[in-house]
């Protein structure tokens, strides 16, 4: 007689229980719903912790999963779950999930796990075998109809270029890293819709440059990294990453504690709509920059402040990225505004480029405004 283990018994207790709906009847389901799904870790953001509104914290991570149906589709999975180590998403496993519930967001269609619901990774099911078979014996390479939110482009000029370099960004699913979330738009969208805000939270992705970082204010040497506290928190295992003082004590721990370097920088962004100041902070300060904060304070206190700044001088302009920029109601002095942030951030994955497109509005336009001496490089950028 064959013996299971207790955890194998009750893997397959759970695999028996699933009811699997392919992504594309989903589309078709009276909004919202709950439905069982399974299908290919396509692409996964990084897990993020944030504070709810009742002052819980919370932890999420974003997956793009898709099937043989040809359909791709976001889900969010919160807690324990998120904060799995990526390894566990990276080379697009085959995921089965019981009470996804779907609902309408930004456009589009967006699947969030239920706190009763069930995650299994590569379970041995028909569907997760038949999902597997289609992705490896061609499904990788399909063009996939992404439901969760519209398709988008946007152009880009290089001003540090001889030639004018218009980009055009398309969005569509990677191939297996991370993903940045957020409604793409251009950079004037993304002021716009800030500056419409008036209570809920929303998060938004534009594809720019680094045109600046703030090194003084007043002619005040701004700092461009703290020292914080690796504490973990209690709860979430999360560090603490509050101010230490010079001896690296932290006044919400209350203790000495060991620190670590944080860039905290004030970074211009600029796309061909147009530029905005936004908040940086670490680690999206890290791919901004191409260097880490500890590289950046071991810089400054060898080299010096000039050799710092003449470094990330070098990095404007340098390098197309995806932002991701979170914008909140806020209160200042009595004065209701919108407070924007850069929680994330990474360079570009160019799968194509230097493809010319004279047949795009956009270029068409450019030809006809701009001098015909010009020289313009149209590249198509599928991030």
Same mark, same amino acid.
């Given at each position: 007689?064959?013996?299971?283990?207790?955890?194998?018994?009750?893997?397959?207790?759970?695999?028996? /229980?699933?009811?699997?709906?392919?992504?594309?009847?989903?589309?078709?389901?009276?909004?919202?719903?709950?439905?069982?799904?399974?299908?290919?870790?396509? !692409?996964?953001?990084?897990?993020?912790?944030?504070?709810?509104?009742?002052?819980? !914290?919370?932890?999420?991570?974003?997956?793009?999963?898709?099937?043989? /149906?040809?359909?791709?589709?976001q889900v969010t999975i919160w807690g324990d779950r998120a904060k799995k180590e990526d390894?566990?998403?990276?080379?697009?496993?085959?995921?089965?999930?019981?009470?996804? /519930?779907?609902?309408? &967001?930004?456009?589009?269609?967006?699947?969030?796990?239920?706190?009763?619901? /069930? #995650?299994?990774?590569?379970?041995?099911?028909?569907?997760?075998?038949?999902?597997?078979?289609?992705?490896?014996?061609?499904?990788?390479?399909?063009? #996939?109809?992404?439901?969760?939110?519209?398709?988008?482009?946007?152009?880009? &000029?290089?001003?540090?270029?001889?030639?004018?370099?218009?980009?055009?960004?398309?969005?569509?699913?990677?191939?297996?890293?991370?993903?940045?979330?957020?409604?793409?738009?251009?950079?004037?969208?993304?002021?716009?819709?800030?500056?419409?805000?008036?209570?809920?939270?929303?998060?938004?992705?534009?594809?720019?440059?680094?045109?600046?970082?703030?090194?003084?204010?007043?002619?005040?040497?701004?700092?461009?990294?703290?020292?914080?506290?690796?504490?973990?928190?209690?709860?979430?295992?999360?560090?603490?990453?509050?101010?230490?003082?010079?001896?690296?004590?932290?006044?919400?721990?209350?203790?000495?504690?060991?620190?670590?370097?944080?860039?905290?920088?004030?970074?211009?962004?600029?796309?061909?709509?147009?530029?905005?100041?936004?908040?940086?902070?670490?680690?999206?300060?890290?791919?901004? #920059?191409?260097?880490?904060?500890?590289?950046?304070? !071991?810089?400054?206190?060898?080299?010096?402040?000039?050799?710092?700044?003449?470094?990330?001088?070098?990095?404007?302009?340098?390098?197309?990225?995806?932002?991701?920029?979170?914008?909140?109601?806020?209160?200042?002095?009595?004065?209701?505004?919108?407070?924007?942030?850069?929680?994330?951030?990474?360079?570009?994955?160019?799968?194509?480029?230097?493809?010319?497109m004279p047949h795009t509005k956009l270029c068409r336009r450019q030809l006809q405004e701009?001098?015909?001496?010009?020289?313009?490089?149209?590249?198509?950028?599928?991030?």
């Open positions: 007689m064959r013996l299971y283990s207790t955890r194998s018994m009750e893997l397959q207790t759970m695999e028996r /229980s699933f009811s699997v709906v392919e992504l594309r009847s989903v589309k078709g389901k009276t909004l919202p719903c709950s439905v069982d799904v399974c299908g290919i870790v396509k !692409d996964y953001d990084k897990s993020f912790a944030f504070t709810s509104k009742d002052g819980k !914290d919370l932890v999420k991570r974003t997956l793009t999963l898709a099937d043989d /149906s040809g359909i791709s589709m390894s566990e998403f990276e080379g697009n496993p085959v995921v089965a999930m019981k009470g996804v /519930s779907v609902k309408e &967001w930004q456009g589009g269609l967006s699947g969030s796990l239920m706190e009763g619901g /069930s #995650l299994a990774f590569n379970p041995d099911m028909p569907e997760a075998h038949k999902v597997k078979s289609w992705w490896t014996q061609g499904g990788h390479a399909q063009s #996939l109809t992404f439901i969760s939110q519209a398709r988008h482009f946007e152009a880009v &000029w290089h001003p540090a270029s001889d030639e004018h370099a218009l980009v055009i960004a398309l969005q569509t699913s990677g191939g297996g890293g991370a993903r940045i979330a957020g409604k793409l738009m251009d950079v004037l969208e993304m002021k716009q819709k800030s500056e419409q805000l008036v209570n809920e939270q929303e998060m938004y992705s534009a594809y720019c440059r680094l045109s600046s970082v703030q090194l003084r204010k007043r002619d005040e040497i701004q700092p461009l990294y703290y020292n914080a506290c690796l504490e973990p928190k209690e709860g979430n295992g999360l560090p603490c990453n509050r101010r230490v003082d010079e001896a690296n004590f932290c006044a919400v721990c209350n203790k000495t504690v060991k620190a670590a370097p944080r860039l905290n920088l004030r970074c211009r962004f600029e796309d061909a709509t147009g530029n905005f100041w936004v908040t940086t902070f670490h680690p999206a300060a890290e791919k901004v #920059l191409g260097m880490t904060a500890q590289e950046v304070a !071991d810089i400054e206190k060898s080299e010096g402040r000039e050799v710092v700044e003449a470094k990330l001088k070098s990095c404007y302009y340098a390098q197309i990225l995806q932002v991701q920029l979170r914008a909140k109601p806020d209160n200042y002095n009595g004065e209701q505004r919108t407070n924007v942030s850069c929680p994330s951030a990474q360079p570009i994955n160019r799968r194509e480029h230097a493809r010319f701009g001098d015909a001496n010009d020289k313009i490089s149209l590249i198509v950028v599928l991030a």
